[in-house]
């Protein structure tokens, strides 16, 4: 068995493709990837993919071939370690209680509770998700089709890695990189929302 070589694989690439599976795979936004934990056990998407990486960078799991290959791989792994952390027994008898507005620590802290917080339904977060695909794809639609293609692959066709969006386009993952560059300087001049332009998936 071949051991592959760790110094022509892109770690940091690696990393954010595992990042943005563990988002997928946990159906949450990549934007909350440090934000949304699994309960009783603290851990993020971030946390879960870091761990994956460093357990086969240490040798404590392996496998043969090239990037894509390992992360075919490290995928399946994290993929377990999300679905027994949560099914493990911390998470199962976990608690979440908030504390009352205006309760106190026992060094005079004022603690914040759900009433301190202004409401705000899991429907609008939702609406401005809508609203922002709907006057991106406006403003691509006629602006860039092959940027319009590529957010299409992305938003509709769940497409992460630069292969599967390239499958869905019909073009190659070069292109699909090329494509992501524009699309982040797009996003930059924009004022969609006023929503900050951030690293594409």
């Known amino acids: 068995m071949t051991t592959p070589q760790k110094d022509a694989v892109d770690y940091r690439r690696l990393l954010q493709r595992l990042v943005a599976h563990a988002c997928f795979f946990m159906r949450i936004f990549s934007a909350n990837a440090d934000l ?5 056990i603290g851990k993020s998407a971030t946390d879960f993919a870091a761990d994956t990486l460093i357990l086969f960078l240490d040798g404590q799991v392996s496998c043969d071939g090239n990037e894509d290959a390992i992360l075919a791989y ?3 792994v994290m993929e ?3 679905l027994d952390a949560r099914g493990s027994a911390a998470v199962k008898t976990t608690k979440k209680v908030q504390p009352l507005s205006g309760e106190t620590t026992d060094d005079g802290k004022v603690l ?5 917080y202004p409401a705000q339904d899991a429907v609008d977060l939702i609406s401005e998700g809508s609203e922002f695909k709907r006057r991106l794809y406006e403003l691509l639609e006629r602006g860039d089709p092959e940027l319009y293609e590529l957010v299409y692959a992305i938003f509709e066709e769940n497409a992460l890695t630069p292969r599967e969006i390239a499958g869905v386009i019909g073009t190659d993952p070069a292109d699909v990189q090329n494509r992501k560059k524009r699309l982040r300087t797009f996003l930059a ?3 969609i929302m006023k929503t900050p332009a951030r690293a594409s998936r």
């Open 36 to 40: 949304v934990v699994v309960d009783g």
């Open 189 to 191: 001049k924009q004022n």
């Open 80 to 82: 377990n370690d999300i």
């Open 112 to 116: 914040q509770g759900l009433d301190d």
């Open 74 to 76: 490290l995928k399946r």
